[in-house]
T-cell receptor, first 118, second 113 residues
Framework: SAVISQKPSRDICQRGTSLTIQCQVD?????MFWYRQQPGQSLTLIATANQGSEATYESGFVIDKFPISRPNLTFSTLTVSNMSPEDSSIYLC???????????????FGPGTRLTVL | RKEVEQDPGPFNVPEGATVAFNCTYS??????FFWYRQDCRKEPKLLMSVYSSGNEDGRFTAQLNRASQYISLLIRDSKLSDSATYLCVVISLYAGNNRKLIWGLGTSLAVNP
């Protein structure tokens, strides 16, 4: 299984500011995923990040609000832009098992970033 | 109807009890199924995959019923450390050969001494 780290682990931010979350994996993976888990809710996929191409966003999520970078096969960032209290959530990055072959296998998650927007 | 549904619980059981959760899914083209465990304020971690023939891992047994479109998780001889939220995940096939992971809301289990 992959070892995934995220920074920061938590943050408290003011409305209108932006926060960039980093995700580092200890092995090269093709696809990385960004999820949001709001209190009492299930995990919701924000976008899929492939190295060397634009991220693919799920319905309800747009690049202007959640820009994503994927500069190499072990790293990705998610920015939460112009934050509002509704963005308070846990943000999780994940990778697939099986070396990221492009099929949806088991998912391994980073420890998450707990964001509170005041 | 939600694509993946779970009884949120909480299930409160004494140590040593046997407890079972179900998870129903609506897309008959669903391909793969998993159970994840999420501890409070932690990330989800894979508990077990669910195979068509059913599978067992120690005290945990997972079953798939395609006809009725549900998966189940059985925990025998519950331990205090089993207290967590159990999430089911269904990988479904959509138009254009798109596959998506759909997460249930989770079932909360509290094992009491």
């Amino acid at each position: 299984s992959a070892v995934i780290s995220q920074k920061p682990s938590r943050d408290i931010c003011q409305r209108g500011t932006s926060l960039t979350i980093q995700c580092q994996v200890d092995s090269q993976v093709t696809m990385m995923f960004w999820y949001r888990q709001q209190p009492g809710q299930s995990l919701t996929l924000i976008a899929t990040a492939n190295q060397g191409s634009e991220a693919t966003y799920e319905s309800g999520f747009v690049i202007d609000k959640f820009p994503i970078s994927r500069p190499n096969l072990t790293f990705s960032t998610l920015t939460v832009s112009n934050m509002s209290p509704e963005d308070s959530s846990i943000y999780l990055c994940s990778v697939e098992g099986g070396g990221g072959s492009g099929t949806y296998n088991e998912q391994f998650f980073g420890p998450g970033t707990r964001l509170t927007v005041l | 109807r939600k694509e993946v549904e779970q009884d949120p619980g909480p299930f409160n059981v004494p140590e040593g009890a046997t407890v079972a959760f179900n998870c129903t899914y609506s897309n008959s083209a669903s391909q793969s199924f998993f159970w994840y465990r999420q501890d409070c304020r932690k990330e989800p971690k894979l508990l077990m995959s669910v195979y068509s023939s059913g599978n067992e891992d120690g005290r945990f047994t997972a079953q798939l019923n395609r006809a009725s479109q549900y998966i189940s998780l059985l925990i025998r001889d519950s331990k205090l450390s089993d207290s967590a939220t159990y999430l089911c995940v269904v990988i479904s096939l959509y138009a254009g050969n798109n596959r998506k992971l759909i997460w249930g809301l989770g079932t909360s289990l509290a094992v009491n001494p």
